[in-house]
């Protein structure tokens, strides 16, 4: 009688090997595909709408910012009600101001952006609080806190958005610049000459 045998391609180690045969070349494909992404893609940017946006509320950061050589002053001298008069006057809007930058930032650079703010925001609170409780120390120890606080959070504004706030303050300055006054050897301004008396 005779055995049957089964043919080499069809043998369990032949399959096998088949199988991982397969296996490698998907992997291998796959992974090409995978790494082969749009080589020519641009980093993502911020629209210039968006940048505009940055700039308006980066411009009253930074004004509030160009306060601080004045928070100084009253800190050194103590001066508990303009310290808080300071904090809840011209620099009241920097919350609102610093959220709707961080809106605008890229989304890889908003977590900073918020934690920054955060901590800003917390250090001001410090500061109005030992101010309000006439704390002398810590009036010095949270003014420090937040100079440093202007500082780290200045540096995740985009530069051209702090070129164009610093534009937009320039160009204000300029429209509500007053003319001075005439001498007094201008002479006066003549009347105008109407259509009938030629």
Known sequence: MAVATIPAPFSLMGVLRRLSLLAVA????VSLVACSGDQTRKPPTISPTDMTLI??????FLAAK??????????NERNWVFTRNLIHG???DLG?????????????????ATKRATKLKASLAKLDEAARLQ?????????????TGFSAY?????????ALAESFSAEAKVS??????????TPAPQPIASGDDA
């Open 135 to 147: 704390d002398g120390e810590n009036l010095r120890k949270d003014y420090i806190k937040v100079a």
């Open 90 to 92: 011209p620099m009241q």
């Open 26 to 29: 998907l992997v291998l494909s």
């Open 96 to 112: 609102r101001q610093m959220l709707y930058i961080n809106q605008r930032l890229l989304p890889a650079d908003r977590a900073e």
């Open 55 to 60: 700039a308006r509320q980066a411009e009253g």
């Open 154 to 162: 200045a540096e995740v504004i985009p530069a051209e958005a702090i």
């Open 66 to 75: 160009e306060r601080l050589p004045e928070l100084a002053d009253l800190v």
């Open 176 to 185: 509500n610049a007053v003319p001075p006054a005439p001498s007094p050897n």
